[in-house]
């Protein structure tokens, strides 16, 4: 994560089986979102191929490189800059063998249909035209959804996953309902769903989601997950997360 502004770019130690990412600190830094994702999908059968759309600097590719042992990971991003961040993180870690970035836009994917076991993504949460937007282009793409809208997002996940494959996504609970029915519009059926709160006594702020392909209707919610105790520390099951790695 990002910690000082007057530095443009440096590589951050991730605290987990000496993984490490290159990040600029002008654009936009991974954040506990990502780290939550990959915690996530730790149900993911290992040796298996997966695509992350949006892939940003790698962050949840890198992690999942070594969490499920994939046998092939190919991070998505639009952005050519940050791409390129990526390809370099990838070689700091010498994961060439397992992890690859493509350089394209979500919605003109080349990528081969119905190949891929998982799907992860960390899209924007934000419609376009709402919020706060930033004036650094890197933020508002990360941000918001200026290239593809979340069906759209949703529809070349689809296409990319074999029967029975599934999607894990990490966004904003105000959208649930959409993204259910998004979802569910491509055939890719909500399985398990954890809300993620700052705090014991505030409201979710995310929500973790995972939908299978042309699998039956049958939802999990599971228990929440908190992530500062009162007195601000982390709770021993975020403590736990960053840990384990190490």
Not at 77 to 93: F, H, P
Not at 95 to 117: G, P
Request: charged fraction near 30%.
């Amino acid at each position: 994560m990002c910690y000082t502004k007057d530095i443009m770019e440096r590589i951050d130690d991730l605290q987990y089986k000496g993984l490490k990412i290159i990040q600029n600190t002008d654009g936009f830094c991974f954040g506990v979102d990502s780290v939550l994702l990959t915690e996530f999908a730790k149900d993911m059968k290992k040796h298996s191929s997966i695509v992350d759309l949006g892939t940003g600097t790698g962050i949840i590719g890198i992690l999942l490189s070594k969490k499920v042992e994939a046998s092939k990971i190919i991070g998505v991003e639009v952005q050519k800059d940050v791409a390129q961040m990526a390809k370099r993180s990838i070689e700091l870690n010498n994961l060439q063998n397992v992890m690859s970035i493509v350089n394209e836009d979500v919605q003109n994917l080349s990528l081969e249909k119905n190949s891929f076991d998982y799907v992860v993504t960390n899209p924007p949460y934000k419609k376009k035209g709402t919020g706060i937007i930033n004036k650094e282009d890197k933020q508002i793409i990360s941000r918001h959804e200026t290239t593809v809208e979340l069906d759209g997002w949703i529809k070349v996940a689809s296409s990319l996953l074999k029967d029975n494959g599934a999607i894990y996504m990490v966004h904003r609970p105000e959208r649930l309902n959409e993204i259910i029915e998004i979802l569910r519009k491509y055939r890719l059926e909500p399985k398990r769903i954890r809300f993620v709160y700052p705090k014991i006594d505030k409201d979710a702020n995310l929500v973790l989601i995972k939908a299978v392909k042309y699998a039956n209707s049958f939802l999990k919610v599971e228990k929440p997950l908190i992530i500062y105790k009162n007195d601000g520390s982390y709770t021993d099951e975020i403590l736990k997360i960053y840990e384990e790695g190490k």
